[in-house]
């Protein structure tokens, strides 16, 4: 139900198209319909027996659209032919226009959906590609939508020629002749009997298959990203096992669908065969008992022919249907998803903000039967102050972050910027303020001067020098610089070629490139070396002087220098104060300070 009222928005849509499509097929068919009755007549004016066009609706209809007298001679043979070289022009232009606009409206349709499904995607909260596979969504932009866009435009445009086609063969057969009708029927019923065997199998062989593919292209995609676990914990053979498997399974569905649509087409062809010879058989009888002509015989024939077409068209139409069906409501599972509230325009957008933040009683749960990764936690940072964030891990620290960035809504409590909810800011305004150097470096398969400058818009002027001055910043500039090709060295997919800790430079410089009001670090100096780290926290201060920043890690030096530093134990804040104080408080962050320092001493 809810696929035939998809098809009709689709059709209302494109309403215009539509008409020209189906007029073009009406028109296509009823051609179709006619043609033979011209051969007909040409085999007949040829033959020595002369006419029998008196009788039968189709022939008198053919007669009454011929432009001459009719005759027992040649020239009547060369009107009817030239009848026949019209019709097959005018049928060309038919089909042209039927499948070019049918055929459009479903890539249209194709079209579209990518559109809605992508902006639907990108509103979604993160926590939908935590807990979704990539290789997921990739087939459902790419063979659901296929499926769907097929039943749009082949599977109605087939399913709409047979429509016409099968019943106007049928009334012309019995007008010309009932008895050899009905006899040229009874293989009809074996080929209804094969297609209702035979369909379900093919359309159950095909399903899944395709479920199959989805898995296969999955697992592929999935290997291929994580290649080098893959060498380092030498899966490979493992790896090949699994794709064995799942290919095999593909194989072994194929070959069903295969064997029985070979056995079908078969049945199609024998059963057709059967037909032809019951006609010529009994056609033959009664053209020698005078009650059929020699032109009757050869129309029939083409008309028979006009039977079988819708039989077969019909099983392919279903599956095309079944298979969109399934499709349709994945996609629509996609599309009816609530777009997370966070990520959809709207909202106040200034254009600055002080950046003062505040966390009042905020609890977070990622899911309903997970328990609270962040409880009651309370702070505030004035703008242009540092808050360090500390805690072991799973602690809940980058939570935080993620709450900071709108990346999510806190279950329950509230978020304050500028003393203002932060749910009444524009997400896209909000997060132009804030630089973000997210824990772990994802960076683009571009340049690096694109990747440190993502936020910079192409055509700012200088756009190349400040890229250089926040890579200075970011303590990477020298590394940059000896690499063969500099600023333009490209990044393999997810930044590859670059060690951890260049990474972590590089999304350091790209979050400075942000000229952000608000700086969100998080663990971001942990692949550094300390005499580096200190150089850039050095350097962060000097550029960020009025930045609030948060700062989050697991070495005490690196939030040392905050004005404000909490600890976090199972998402709960448990200490804070000041370096001094919390050293002088023997709670946890003295212990960590203490086994820290030690630990560095010793190395
Ligand atoms: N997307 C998620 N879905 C479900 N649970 C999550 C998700 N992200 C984090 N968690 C859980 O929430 C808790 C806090 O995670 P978080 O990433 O904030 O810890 P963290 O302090 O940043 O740890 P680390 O120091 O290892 O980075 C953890 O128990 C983690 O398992
Ligand atoms: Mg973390």
């Known amino acids: 139900m809810r696929t035939i009222r998809f098809i009709l928005a689709e059709y209302r849509a494109n309403l215009r198209w539509f008409v020209i499509g189906m007029i073009a097929l009406i028109l296509g068919s009823l051609i179709q319909t006619v043609v033979p009755i011209y051969i007909k007549l040409a085999v007949d004016a040829a033959s020595p027996d002369g006419f029998r066009i008196e009788e039968g609706l189709a022939s008198r ?11 027992a001679d040649m ?30 409206i479903s890539r249209r349709t194709e079209y579209n959906l990518k559109k809605k499904m992508y902006a639907r995607l990108q509103d979604q909260p993160a926590s939908f590609f935590d807990n979704t596979r990539s290789g997921g969504i990739m087939s459902l932009m790419t063979s659901d939508v296929e499926a769907v866009r097929m039943m749009i435009g082949p599977a109605v445009m087939y399913i709409g020629g047979t429509i016409f086609l099968f019943p106007a063969s049928l009334l012309i057969m019995f007008s010309l ?12 019923v074996g080929l209804t009997a094969a297609t209702i065997w035979f369909n379900p199998r093919v359309r159950k062989y095909s399903l899944r298959s395709q479920e199959d593919l989805e898995q296969l292209s999955a697992r592929a995609q999935e290997n291929f990203a994580g290649a080098r676990v893959v060498k380092a914990f030498s899966r490979e053979n493992f790896e090949i096992e699994e794709l064995r498997n799942h290919g095999k399974t593909y194989l072994e569905n194929k070959l069903g669908q295969a064997r029985n649509q070979a056995l079908f087409q078969s049945c199609i062809w024998g059963f057709s065969g059967l037909g032809v010879l019951i006609i010529l058989y009994f056609g033959a009888v009664e053209v020698g008992a005078g009650r059929f002509s020699t032109g009757d015989l050869a129309a029939f024939i083409l008309y028979n022919l006009g039977l079988y077409w819708p039989m077969i068209a019909l099983g392919w139409v279903t599956m095309l249907f079944v298979r969109a069906s399934a499709s349709l409501r994945r996609l629509d599972a996609l599309v009816q998803r609530e777009p997370d509230p966070a990520q959809v325009p709207g909202g106040d957008a200034p254009a600055s903000i002080r950046g003062d933040i505040e966390f009042e009683n905020v609890n977070l749960r990622y899911a309903d039967d997970l328990p609270l990764a962040l409880e009651d936690v309370s702070f505030k940072i004035p703008a242009g102050k540092t808050i360090g964030i500390v805690g072991q891990v799973g602690s809940g620290k980058s939570t935080v972050a993620s709450l900071l960035l709108r990346l999510m809504a806190p279950t329950t409590g509230r978020i304050l910027i500028d003393g203002k909810p932060i749910e009444s800011y524009d997400s896209h305004a909000l997060r132009s303020f804030i630089g973000y150097v997210p824990q772990d470096s994802f960076l683009f398969s571009d340049t690096i001067a694109n990747n440190i400058g993502l936020a910079i818009a192409p055509d700012t002027e200088g756009r190349t020098e400040l890229i250089h001055k926040y890579t200075q910043a970011a303590e990477f500039e020298e590394e940059v610089r000896s690499l063969p090709k500099g600023y333009d060295t490209m990044l393999g997919e997810r930044g590859v070629n670059l060690s951890g800790g260049q990474k972590q430079r590089a ?33 962060l201060k000097k550029e960020s002087r009025e930045v609030t920043t948060v700062i989050i890690a697991q070495r005490i030096s690196t939030v040392a220098h905050a004005d404000e530093i909490i600890v976090l134990d199972h998402g709960r804040i448990t200490e804070r104060g000041t370096d001094a104080a919390l050293r002088a408080s023997g709670g946890l962050y003295a212990d960590l300070a203490r086994r820290q320092e030690l630990a560095a001493e010793l190395a």
């Open 75 to 104: 020239s009547f043979v060369q009107l009817c032919l030239g009848m026949v070289v019209v019709l097959s022009v005018a049928l060309a232009v038919c089909t042209f226009m039927k499948r070019f606009y049918l055929i459009r």
């Open 177 to 188: 002749n009932t008895l050899l009708t009905w006899l040229a029927l009874i293989p009809l």
């Open 507 to 539: 999304s350091i410089a790209r979050a400075l490139a942000a000229n952000p009001t608000i700086l969100v670090l998080d663990d971001c100096l942990s692949a550094v070396d300390t005499d580096t780290e200190e150089r850039i926290l050095r350097n």
């Open 61 to 71: 209809m053919a007669v009454t659209l011929l432009p001459g007298e009719m005759s």
